[in-house]
């Protein structure tokens, strides 16, 4: 094989109870990207259609994290990389990691597959290094493995994939304002109260219990964020209204999607999502910021070849 192309989803990361430690891919909204092999070493971005980004392979994320892995083997050629944009930077759906996830997962295939997938995460880990400063997984973990995944730790590293219900799926609204990630870190609380934290680990429990019984229920009891939310909210124009309104409408639980802006909800089947959606977008044409909406199964396959 000389030449790959590639499906890379957007992620959700966070998802309420599970800062820093959940995340999950979505299905239908996510970058393209033709990663090629070539007689000259090294790794070239000759392409970023959709998106004004670096080309320099050190200044753009997919060059950061394609270079991690290559510094693991020996080869005489190189590769280059097109990247179709669809994520928006800054939407807070995993931009940067849905261009990581996939230039390690074309090399790797290209490479006939030295590294499982679970290995690949760590590469990926550099281009989020890139982006934000910290090198996390948890957008990365369910871009390459699909699904909901789990960074039970990140050093070292232990990544679990969690069953994901069939009927699961996720509206997402991403009003176009920015929100700084070094903002919505910059505001949190560096200690917690045990009340809350009980609370907290109550409900990251439940949602993991709630996934693998595919219990609806559950899950939607379980999505409530004591910590992070009632903080980051305050930067995300009617962030209440529109976490009330989808749950009115039928969501099983809302919140905000890795550090804002975007908002997510998790809904038991298509229909309901698409309620969520219509009342989503009632809120923001009254707020009078313009906005995205998509809804999206959750994709437990991650990365998909084309
Ligand atoms: P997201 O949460 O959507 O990934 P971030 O704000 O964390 O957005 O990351 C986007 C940052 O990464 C921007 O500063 C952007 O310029 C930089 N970046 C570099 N290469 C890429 C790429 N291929 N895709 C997306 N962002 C990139």
Known sequence: MEEIKIFCAATIANISCGFDVLGLALDNVGDEMI????PQKG???????GQNLPLETHKNVAGVAALALLSKVDTDFGFEIEIYKNIKPGSGIGSSAASSAGA???INELLGR???NHDLIEFAMQGERLASGVAH?????????????????TAPLDVLKIHTPNELYATVIHPQIEVKTSDAREILRS??????AIKQWGNIGGLISGLYTEDYDLIGRSLEDYIVEPIRSILIPAFNSVKTESIKSGALGAGISG???SIFALSEGSKNASKVAIAMKKVY???GIAYDVHISKINTEGIKKL
């Open 114 to 116: 030295p590294f499982s």
């Open 43 to 49: 790794v070239t971005i000759t392409k970023i259609i």
């Open 35 to 38: 990663v090629r092999k070539v």
């Open 137 to 153: 997984a948890d957008n990365v973990a369910p871009a390459l493995l699909g699904g909901f995944t789990l960074v039970r730790s």
């Open 104 to 106: 390690v997962y074309g």
């Open 259 to 261: 550090s804002g802006p």
């Open 285 to 287: 044409d009254k707020v």
């Open 191 to 196: 200690s917690v109260p045990l009340k809350t």
